[in-house]
Protein backbone atom coordinates (compact mmCIF):
# COMPACT_ATOMS: atom_id res chain seq x y z
CA UNK A 1 0.00 0.00 0.00
CA UNK A 2 1.11 3.44 -0.88
CA UNK A 3 1.75 6.53 1.24
CA UNK A 4 -1.38 8.11 -0.39
CA UNK A 5 -3.57 4.59 -0.41
CA UNK A 6 -2.70 4.70 3.35
CA UNK A 7 -3.65 8.06 4.16
CA UNK A 8 -6.68 7.64 2.14
CA UNK A 9 -7.32 4.68 4.45
CA UNK A 10 -6.46 6.34 7.77
CA UNK A 11 -9.21 9.31 7.08
CA UNK A 12 -11.95 6.86 5.72
CA UNK A 13 -11.85 5.47 8.61
CA UNK A 14 -11.54 8.38 10.96
CA UNK A 15 -14.81 10.07 9.10
CA UNK A 16 -16.68 6.25 9.85
CA UNK A 17 -16.04 6.92 13.35
CA UNK A 18 -17.29 10.60 13.31
CA UNK A 19 -20.08 9.63 11.40
CA UNK A 20 -20.85 6.60 14.11
CA UNK A 21 -20.30 9.68 16.60
CA UNK A 22 -22.93 11.42 14.91
CA UNK A 23 -25.26 8.42 14.79
CA UNK A 24 -25.19 7.51 11.18
CA UNK A 25 -23.78 4.04 9.95
CA UNK A 26 -21.47 4.43 7.15
CA UNK A 27 -18.30 2.06 6.20
CA UNK A 28 -14.75 3.94 5.81
CA UNK A 29 -14.71 2.84 1.93
CA UNK A 30 -18.28 4.60 1.21
CA UNK A 31 -16.57 7.89 1.98
CA UNK A 32 -15.06 9.78 -0.50
CA UNK A 33 -11.55 11.55 0.08
CA UNK A 34 -11.02 15.03 -1.08
CA UNK A 35 -7.69 17.23 -0.21
CA UNK A 36 -7.47 20.84 -0.43
CA UNK A 37 -5.30 23.80 0.35
CA UNK A 38 -1.78 21.03 -0.05
CA UNK A 39 0.54 22.35 1.36
CA UNK A 40 -1.18 24.93 3.46
CA UNK A 41 -0.09 22.84 6.60
CA UNK A 42 3.56 21.84 6.89
CA UNK A 43 3.37 18.29 7.27
CA UNK A 44 -0.36 17.76 7.35
CA UNK A 45 -3.39 17.56 4.86
CA UNK A 46 -6.70 19.17 4.95
CA UNK A 47 -9.44 16.79 3.77
CA UNK A 48 -13.17 16.73 3.40
CA UNK A 49 -14.70 13.12 3.34
CA UNK A 50 -18.03 12.82 2.29
CA UNK A 51 -20.11 9.91 2.35
CA UNK A 52 -23.08 10.79 -0.14
CA UNK A 53 -25.12 7.50 -0.16
CA UNK A 54 -27.11 7.77 2.99
CA UNK A 55 -30.85 7.11 3.52
CA UNK A 56 -31.37 10.66 5.30
CA UNK A 57 -28.89 12.42 2.99
CA UNK A 58 -25.30 12.75 2.62
CA UNK A 59 -22.64 13.11 5.75
CA UNK A 60 -19.25 15.51 5.45
CA UNK A 61 -16.43 15.59 8.06
CA UNK A 62 -13.84 17.85 7.66
CA UNK A 63 -10.11 17.45 9.45
CA UNK A 64 -6.53 17.55 9.12
CA UNK A 65 -4.65 14.37 8.44
CA UNK A 66 -1.12 14.59 9.62
CA UNK A 67 1.82 12.68 8.05
CA UNK A 68 2.39 9.83 10.48
CA UNK A 69 -1.09 8.26 10.92
CA UNK A 70 -2.70 10.96 13.61
CA UNK A 71 -6.18 12.08 12.33
CA UNK A 72 -8.19 15.01 13.82
CA UNK A 73 -11.62 15.79 13.03
CA UNK A 74 -12.95 17.82 15.60
CA UNK A 75 -12.59 21.72 13.86
CA UNK A 76 -10.70 23.03 17.30
CA UNK A 77 -8.03 19.95 18.04
CA UNK A 78 -7.87 19.86 13.93
CA UNK A 79 -6.99 23.94 14.01
CA UNK A 80 -4.97 23.53 17.28
CA UNK A 81 -2.82 20.61 15.31
CA UNK A 82 -2.49 23.50 12.21
CA UNK A 83 -1.68 26.44 14.48
CA UNK A 84 1.32 23.81 16.22
CA UNK A 85 2.60 22.70 12.85
CA UNK A 86 2.66 26.26 11.66
CA UNK A 87 4.80 27.74 14.52
CA UNK A 88 7.48 24.25 13.87
CA UNK A 89 8.26 26.34 10.85
CA UNK A 90 9.68 29.38 13.18
CA UNK A 91 7.77 31.69 10.96
CA UNK A 92 4.15 33.64 10.63
CA UNK A 93 2.01 31.16 8.22
CA UNK A 94 0.58 33.37 5.77
CA UNK A 95 -2.53 34.43 6.73
CA UNK A 96 -4.63 33.41 3.19
CA UNK A 97 -3.35 29.80 4.06
CA UNK A 98 -5.03 30.51 7.76
CA UNK A 99 -8.01 32.01 6.76
CA UNK A 100 -8.29 29.02 4.08
CA UNK A 101 -7.43 26.40 6.61
CA UNK A 102 -10.18 27.63 8.92
CA UNK A 103 -12.74 28.05 7.04
CA UNK A 104 -12.46 24.31 5.47
CA UNK A 105 -12.43 23.34 8.98
CA UNK A 106 -14.88 25.21 11.05
CA UNK A 107 -17.31 26.48 7.78
CA UNK A 108 -17.77 23.58 5.41
CA UNK A 109 -21.23 22.94 6.67
CA UNK A 110 -21.96 26.40 6.42
CA UNK A 111 -19.94 27.04 2.90
CA UNK A 112 -19.31 30.39 3.58
CA UNK A 113 -17.53 32.60 1.68
CA UNK A 114 -14.45 34.08 2.92
CA UNK A 115 -12.87 37.45 1.96
CA UNK A 116 -9.58 35.76 0.74
CA UNK A 117 -8.75 37.81 -2.47
CA UNK A 118 -10.19 41.28 -4.25
CA UNK A 119 -12.79 39.63 -5.97
CA UNK A 120 -14.17 37.77 -2.56
CA UNK A 121 -13.49 40.86 -0.53
CA UNK A 122 -15.51 42.56 -2.77
CA UNK A 123 -18.79 39.80 -3.08
CA UNK A 124 -18.44 39.82 1.31
CA UNK A 125 -18.67 43.60 1.50
CA UNK A 126 -21.88 43.25 -0.42
CA UNK A 127 -23.45 41.92 2.48
CA UNK A 128 -22.58 45.50 4.68
CA UNK A 129 -24.55 48.32 5.05
CA UNK A 130 -22.73 51.75 4.28
CA UNK A 131 -19.63 52.78 5.55
CA UNK A 132 -19.34 49.65 7.76
CA UNK A 133 -18.27 47.97 4.47
CA UNK A 134 -14.76 49.49 3.86
CA UNK A 135 -14.22 47.59 7.88
CA UNK A 136 -14.42 44.48 5.82
CA UNK A 137 -10.77 43.15 5.28
CA UNK A 138 -8.60 40.45 3.88
CA UNK A 139 -6.72 37.60 5.78
CA UNK A 140 -4.35 39.10 8.92
CA UNK A 141 -2.75 37.71 11.35
CA UNK A 142 -3.04 38.80 14.95
CA UNK A 143 -1.61 38.65 18.36
CA UNK A 144 -4.34 38.19 21.54
CA UNK A 145 -2.40 38.43 24.80
CA UNK A 146 0.71 37.48 22.44
CA UNK A 147 -0.62 34.36 21.23
CA UNK A 148 -1.13 33.70 17.16
CA UNK A 149 -4.41 34.41 15.27
CA UNK A 150 -6.32 35.09 12.15
CA UNK A 151 -8.61 37.36 11.67
CA UNK A 152 -10.62 37.11 8.97
CA UNK A 153 -14.74 38.09 7.55
CA UNK A 154 -16.77 35.70 5.64
CA UNK A 155 -20.07 35.65 4.39
CA UNK A 156 -22.58 32.41 5.87
CA UNK A 157 -26.52 32.64 5.74
CA UNK A 158 -26.51 34.45 8.96
CA UNK A 159 -25.13 37.46 7.54
CA UNK A 160 -21.44 39.09 7.20
CA UNK A 161 -18.87 38.45 10.58
CA UNK A 162 -15.63 38.72 11.47
CA UNK A 163 -13.91 35.58 12.88
CA UNK A 164 -11.04 35.27 14.54
CA UNK A 165 -9.27 32.05 15.50
CA UNK A 166 -6.69 32.52 18.14
CA UNK A 167 -4.55 30.38 20.60
CA UNK A 168 -6.13 30.76 24.08
CA UNK A 169 -4.28 30.54 27.52
CA UNK A 170 -3.88 26.64 27.48
CA UNK A 171 -2.64 26.70 23.49
CA UNK A 172 -5.94 25.48 22.25
CA UNK A 173 -8.37 27.52 19.35
CA UNK A 174 -10.48 29.82 20.53
CA UNK A 175 -12.96 31.60 18.20
CA UNK A 176 -14.55 35.03 18.54
CA UNK A 177 -17.40 36.15 16.24
CA UNK A 178 -18.96 38.87 15.39
CA UNK A 179 -21.38 40.55 13.38
CA UNK A 180 -20.69 43.02 10.86
CA UNK A 181 -22.62 45.43 12.73
CA UNK A 182 -21.36 44.55 15.84
CA UNK A 183 -17.56 44.77 14.81
CA UNK A 184 -17.18 48.78 14.58
CA UNK A 185 -13.67 49.08 15.89
CA UNK A 186 -12.17 45.79 13.96
CA UNK A 187 -9.85 47.36 12.55
Known amino acids: MTDSEELDRTVRQAAAERAAEG??????????VRYQFEGSVPGAEVF???????????????????RGGEVLTGPQAALTKAFELWASEGSSPDPTKVAQVANALYGAA???????????????????AGEQAQRVHLPRMIEI?????????????????????YLDDRGVVATDQVGAADAGGAD
Not at 48 to 66: E, I, N, R
Not at 110 to 128: I, Q, T
Not at 150 to 162: F, I, K, P, Q
Open 23 to 32: GMEAAPESFE
Open 145 to 165: KGRPGVELWWRAATGVSRVRF
Open 110 to 128: HRNLVALDDDSLERVREGV
Open 48 to 66: VASCPKQPVGSFTVTGLAV
